[in-house]
C-alpha cells in the first residue's frame, strides 16, 4: 500500500492541504483514503442512540450500517494504542492512503508551515520529511512548495510514491 503523510504543528494547515489533496488526487483517477491521528479523546457518536448505547453498554465494537456508508467503531477499553501499521491493515486497497499526523513513524511526509504560529520546522531533524509546504519562504534542504499550491504538492506526492 502506499502511503504518504501529511506532518505539522497546531494550526500549520494541515487538515486543510489534507482535503486538497484527496479533491485534487482523485481528480486525478486515483483512490485515496486517509488516517488522521487524533492527540485527544473522540467521540464520533452520539448520546442517546442506539450505537452509543451499545458502547456504553460494554461492547468491544459497534458496527452502524446503512446503504450508504459503514462505521466500525472498537473501544480500546485501557488497551494500548494501536501503531498506524496496524490500522493500515484494517484499510480496504487503495491507490494511496493520506496520513495526517503520526510525525514520529518512518513513512514519508510532507510538512505543513504558516509562520504565523511561530512553531521550528520538523524537515531539519526528520529525514522522513521529503518537502514543505509553507505560506513563507524557508530555509530546508528539501524542495518547498507554497502552501496553497496543491496541484504541484500532489504531483509532488504522486511521484515520490509512483503514481
Do not use: C
Request: proline content about 5%; cysteine-free.
Amino acid at each position: 500500500m502506499r502511503i504518504f503523510g501529511v506532518v505539522g504543528w497546531k494550526n500549520a494547515g494541515k487538515t486543510g492541504l489534507m482535503e486538497r489533496l484527496v479533491t485534487e488526487i482523485t481528480g486525478h483517477g486515483f483512490s485515496v483514503s486517509t488516517v488522521k491521528h487524533a492527540h485527544h479523546s473522540f467521540d464520533v457518536d452520539h448520546p442517546g442512540k442506539d450505537s452509543h448505547r451499545h458502547r456504553v453498554a460494554g461492547a468491544t465494537e459497534v458496527l452502524l450500517a446503512s446503504r450508504n456508508r459503514f462505521a466500525l467503531m472498537h473501544e480500546m477499553r485501557g488497551a494500548d494504542e494501536l501503531p498506524l501499521s496496524a490500522l493500515l491493515e484494517k484499510l480496504s486497497p487503495v491507490d494511496l492512503v493520506l496520513v495526517e499526523g503520526y510525525k514520529r513513524d518512518a513513512h514519508p511526509k510532507v510538512e505543513a508551515h504558516r509562520a504565523v504560529t511561530g512553531n521550528p520546522l520538523i524537515a531539519p531533524g526528520d529525514p522522513t520529511v521529503r518537502a514543505v509546504a509553507s505560506d513563507s519562504a524557508v530555509d530546508v534542504t528539501v524542495p518547498v512548495f507554497d502552501l496553497d499550491d496543491t496541484r504541484a504538492i500532489a504531483d509532488f506526492i504522486l511521484s515520490q510514491v509512483g503514481l
